[in-house]
């Protein structure tokens, strides 16, 4: 019984530079892209389908396009109509989903396209009706300017996207990162990628372990062909069950009162169960989730959440005061137990005067965040997190 996932992997890691992460990512939403509503959870708020909302970010030549582009091979080339166009108005939107059921993988290589076509004033309703669709609703309607109506059932659509964290960060400032679009997103985050350069990728590799992943996805395809019934509804084993409501207890103690970082583990929780199904019925062709589902799920959440705590805690920042702070605590943080000196922060830093430096140094000390090392002649600044480890 083939492994869909490993398959992709085999596909994607070799022959080609971008992250491993990448890959992981891309392959879990090209996967949950063509199992669409093959597999469901029926929850008290509506059912829960592998739909992905995936957002690579790293600097540009990390190869975001590239993975997203394998991701797009796979889909396309197991079924060409679930590609979507990327630029659209709500009402156009709406048509296009309605005639693919509801189903579809739209891809963004520069996320900024998508912000900015949500920012236009005829698109101001964008934002608002991908939000509402993450949830998968039952129905959602549109009144179109001829006077008719459009209606989507269980709209299940997955979306990649790619950013650099700078962008990243200028559009999702503190107010707008607490609102219900950014926290639907699993983020990956890499600041180099994890691969040898490769001078000559070969295409003949590629194209047979591509053909294979189409091959084994048409067959699950033609396997479960049921959707939205009572016969393909995921099941629990027991010990899954437990080990998903204990994480989800241990999550909730652990960030439930972090008004920045909860909602985005809330979503995170959902899409736990959503790469469940994906891997259940990708690796075993079943319906019955097992320990080992979650736990595959539970590392990408995982990765993702650890991504934003970093971002939210190194990155944003309401003032430039703050957001030299932060890229302080970010320098010292990567430094380690050594620390750094004040000339080694004057280099790298975010400024290079002693005077408006020392001021910032003073502040991080004052909070508590950091503390002075003497070893010999030479004064180290050291994160206390990084000597509590």
């Known amino acids: 019984m083939a492994d869909i996932l490993s398959l992709y992997d085999a596909y ?126 039952y129905t959602s309607s549109h009144a179109t300017k001829g006077g008719g109506t459009v209606t989507v059932k269980n709209p299940a659509m997955t979306i990649l996207a790619g950013s650099t964290p700078e962008w990243l960060t200028t559009a999702a400032q503190t107010k707008d990162i607490r609102g219900g679009f950014y926290p639907r997103w699993l983020y990956a985050i890499v600041e180099r990628t994890d691969k040898e350069s490769v001078a000559l990728p070969m295409v003949e590799p590629d194209r047979k372990r591509r053909n294979s992943v189409v091959m084994h996805l048409q067959e699950l395809m033609r396997m479960f062909r049921e959707e939205n019934t009572t016969k393909n509804i995921a099941r629990f084993e027991q010990k899954a069950k437990t080990d998903y409501e204990t994480l989800y207890d241990t999550e909730r103690r652990k960030w439930g009162s972090h008004d920045l970082v909860w909602p985005f583990v809330r979503r995170g929780l959902n899409y736990v169960l959503r790469l469940a199904m994906i891997s259940c019925l990708a690796r075993r062709k079943t319906y019955d989730i097992a320990p080992d589902d979650i736990t595959w799920a539970w590392e990408l959440v995982h ?65 508590g965040d950091v503390q002075l090392v003497k070893e010999q002649k030479t004064q180290y600044f050291v994160l206390n997190e990084n000597t509590q480890k």
Request: proline share 4%.
């Open 303 to 367: 990765g993702s959440i650890m991504d934003v705590v970093n971002l939210t805690t190194y990155e944003l920042a309401d003032t430039k005061t703050d957001a030299h702070l932060n890229k302080l605590r970010k320098l010292l943080r990567n430094a380690g137990e050594r620390g750094m000196t004040f000339r080694e922060l004057q280099q790298r830093g975010p400024v290079r005067q002693s005077r408006w430096l020392q001021p910032l140094m003073h502040t991080l000390r004052e909070l």
């Open 12 to 137: 994607a890691q070799e022959n080609n530079e971008a992250p491993t992460r990448f890959h992981t990512y891309c392959g879990a939403a090209a996967v949950g892209t063509i199992i669409g509503r093959r597999i469901h959870l029926p929850m008290a708020f509506g059912n829960v389908y592998p739909a992905l909302w995936v957002c690579l970010v790293g600097p540009s030549g990390v190869m975001k396009s590239s993975a997203i582009n394998m991701a797009l091979a796979v889909v396309s080339r197991t079924n060409e109509e679930w590609v979507l166009p990327n630029k659209f108005s709500v009402e156009k939107l709406y048509q296009i989903l309605s005639e693919k059921d509801g189903l579809g993988i739209i891809a963004y290589r520069e996320f900024n396209l998508l912000l900015a076509s949500m920012s236009r004033e005829f698109n101001s309703e964008l934002k608002g009706t991908l939000t509402d669709w993450w949830d998968c609703p």
